[in-house]
């Protein structure tokens, strides 16, 4: 099951990364920031490849096949800790500064960490 999510991902990776070279620098219809330009976009595809293929321990990342800068991630709870056993989503969005800024990332999930607003913001 976590193959055919991954290939999913990578095809509809794909997609996203051929509309975003032919239609450079043009704001999608749900996008976050207009869209970034070819190199961003290489990368951005280089690194999800990566992340859905070979994934961090306890680590999923859902890429948007709309969206190339929207990413669903699933992440599980360390053992030895408090959130042990637990599956925590989060919402990841790439800004029109990145690769110079961080993901803005957000909780889905409800959790109480002292680093965290309460409406999920980190």
Known sequence: MLRVAAERGRRGLARAVAAARA???TPAVNSNVEKPPPHIVR???KE???LTTDPPN???VFPNEEDLTDF?????GPEGTPYAGGLFRMKL???KDFSASPPKGDFLT???HPN???NGEI
């Open 110 to 112: 409800k959790i109480f």
């Open 58 to 60: 306890g680590i999923k």
């Open 72 to 76: 669903q991630v699933t992440i599980e």
């Open 23 to 25: 239609e450079e620098r």
């Open 93 to 95: 969005l790439l800004g």
């Open 48 to 50: 999800v490849t990566t």
């Open 43 to 45: 990368l951005v595809y």
């Open 116 to 118: 965290m607003g309460a």
